[in-house]
């Protein structure tokens, strides 16, 4: 068995609910409340509580109803709107499948009663995962004229997009932050007016569970451990066997990544196809439904594809933890026709969230954190991080249509869960890499003594020698942790002096953003003041002219007021960080994930 660097516990879910008959949540909203209609079978009808770690000063209910689609009703007192409950239709099952649903709940709530009797780690506790403003918000409709400090920037006109978790139902056991349905919120900018939605992405996943009023997909972080998530896996399989549940239309949350491609938004997470989105006229936000490329794509996604800003093509990789091929390459060309899979070879199945492109290659990471499903049943995670293996990236062609001329090179001891950028530099036959490297590398998804840190770095591989370096690009005395971000993506793939970066502290709150000289390694902070925090700093650049000066244009971010529990987008310049304007918005936006932009030109060509 591999072994890690840091002292990992290794998790043992139980449910995350006392067993008192009644209590209540507290996840941090606001003075209101909102609820989940939800029905748990067999069980009595309780209001479930969960203190919150940040002693929030609100409190979430989610009632528990067997089989009701959610009622959930707008936070915000200023909106005068209310999701209303549809209808609920019991399920169509013949008698065998009542019979084996019956049956099927009995054993679930007997494992839950078995998870009781150990405690949950914190990387799978619902009390640290979704508290404060982690918790779920429900949907928005589109609330116009927003209230605008400042000045917009006139260059500005489009959508400004961020995906993020926000589970629909409460946790029934273990709950791990990118366990949650997806959401995207969306603040559309039309000449200096405002608009503001969000939307949950309608997976199947989701669609099943609403239809079921309760959460029955295993929750791959949050419930996948030990003898518990086999017992899970086994449930919801034999659930499949019955027909009372369909896994063959994929099991995603579609809650990470979002790009906009051949005229289609598309919302993603690496366990699934991507979604197709579609942004409505008044700036609300419908999906369309999973989508396979004209069904060229038979696998799953990443959720961070990239494309190329002077070829308009999108490149990508899909893994699978079960079986060989573990890893494939593929890109689209603009018209969104596909090439053939390459087959990467990998001796194991590897964690792998993100990669680079570089003018003429793809920089693919096989790093040291991977996927042990045997681990399961020593009662570990399926998560490790194995310090006997290698680290090292491939350098690939993009236009490769095999494998054989892939180059590796080591890079010991790195792990990078984002990389920012890579370029070529052909004088000295390297490829430089700019990632933050994080340690312990598996501390996202196990629980570890040992603070986690995230530090910028320069990784330098020579594809003659083979050989590799990596440098911090900060100086110590000014390190701090940085996780999501970007460069300018005008040159993506080619070398950037500026890197605008998250300041992930308190991890894993962000406190602000930092503008990188990756030359230099000089650091200018933009912080958002008094517990006041935001996420992924999303870099818009003026124009679309290669020619303007890299850090010509403006940084935008969802922003948090913890002490008002008021949310807003900022607007800031990023050649003298200051900040240009702010768009307040109607109700209250989680900390999430990330996001994209899509100018008012591109919208008009929507498929």
């Known amino acids: 068995m591999a072994s890690s660097s840091c002292n990992c516990a290794k998790p043992q879910i139980s449910h995350p609910l006392s067993s008192a008959s009644s209590s209540t949540v507290h996840l941090g909203h606001s003075p209101t409340s909102i609820s989940w209609n939800g029905r748990q079978p067999n069980r009595t009808q309780n209001i479930s509580i969960i203190h919150s770690a940040l002693h929030s000063p609100s409190v ?46 009995m054993a679930e709530s007997a494992l839950v009663s078995l998870e009781l009797q150990h405690p949950l780690p914190k990387t799978a506790d619902p009390h640290v995962q979704i508290s404060g403003n982690f918790a779920p918000v429900p949907e928005q409709p589109v609330k116009q004229a927003l209230p605008v400090t400042g000045t917009i920037p006139s260059c500005i006109n489009g959508v400004y997009l961020r995906n993020g978790a926000n589970p629909l139902f409460e946790p029934v056991a273990g709950h791990h932050f990118f366990d949650g349905d997806g959401m995207v919120h969306a603040v559309t900018i039309d000449n200096g007016n405002a608009s503001y939605a969000c939307r949950f992405t309608e997976t199947q996943r989701f669609l099943q569970e609403k239809e079921l009023g309760r959460p029955v997909f295993p929750k791959a972080i949050g419930e996948l451990h030990g003898h518990s998530g086999i017992a899970r896996l086994l449930l919801f399989y034999a659930r499949g066997l019955f027909g009372l549940v369909d896994h063959k239309q994929g099991t995603g949350v579609a809650n990470a990544g979002l790009v906009y491609f051949n005229n289609r938004l598309l919302a993603m997470s690496e366990d699934d196809l991507p979604y ?9 936000l419908e999906t369309v439904g999973r989508y396979n490329f004209d069904d060229q794509l038979k696998s799953t996604m990443i959720a961070h594809p990239k494309i190329d800003p002077f070829s308009k093509e999108l490149f990508a990789l899909s893994y699978d933890v079960i079986q060989k ?12 026709t596909k090439s053939s899979d390459v087959e990467i070879p990998l001796s194991m199945p590897t964690m792998m969230h993100d990669f680079a492109i570089t003018e003429n290659f793809v920089v693919i990471p ?119 971000g970007m460069v300018n993506r005008n040159r993506l793939g080619r070398r950037t002096r500026y890197a605008y970066l998250a300041i992930a502290e308190p991890w894993p709150k962000v406190s602000g953003f930092a503008k990188i000289d990756l030359f230099t390694g000089e650091v200018k902070k933009y912080i958002y003041g008094d517990k006041k925090f935001g996420g992924e700093p999303f870099f818009l650049p003026r124009d679309d002219n290669c020619e303007s000066a890299e850090d010509d244009g403006y940084i935008i971010s969802f922003v948090h007021d913890e002490n008002s529990w008021k949310s807003e987008l900022q607007i800031v310049n990023a050649i003298n960080l200051q900040l240009e304007s702010s768009i307040k918005l109607p109700s209250r936006v989680p900390y999430g994930f990330h996001g994209t932009f899509i100018d008012g030109k591109s919208l008009i060509n929507q498929a």
């Open 60 to 105: 979430l209910h989610f009632p528990k109803q067997p089989y009701q689609n959610p009622l959930i009703p707008i936070e915000d007192d200023s909106v005068n709107v209310q999701v209303q409950p549809k209808t609920h239709r019991q399920p169509q099952w013949n008698l065998l499948q009542r019979a084996a649903a019956m049956a099927l709940d």
């Open 366 to 484: 096989n790093q040291q954190v991977l996927f042990k499903l045997q681990e399961m049943i020593f009662g570990g995670s399926p998560v490790i991080y194995d310090k006997n293996k290698k680290s090292s990236f491939g350098i690939l062609s993009k236009n490769a249509s095999d494998s054989k001329d892939i180059i590796w090179v080591e890079s010991l001891d790195t792990f990078c869960f984002h990389l920012w950028n890579a370029w070529e530099e052909p004088e000295s036959d390297e490829v430089v890499v700019i990632g933050s490297c994080m340690t312990p590398p598996d501390s996202i998804f196990n629980q570890c003594d040992e603070s986690l840190k995230s530090v910028l770095s320069e990784i330098r591989l020579n594809l003659k020698t083979g050989k590799s370096t990596r440098r911090p690009i900060i100086s110590e005395s000014e390190q701090v942790n940085l996780e999501a």
């Open 325 to 336: 091929p573990y890893l494939k390459y593929f890109k689209f060309q603009p018209d969104g």
């Open 276 to 284: 197709h989105l579609r942004i409505t006229p008044s700036g609300d």
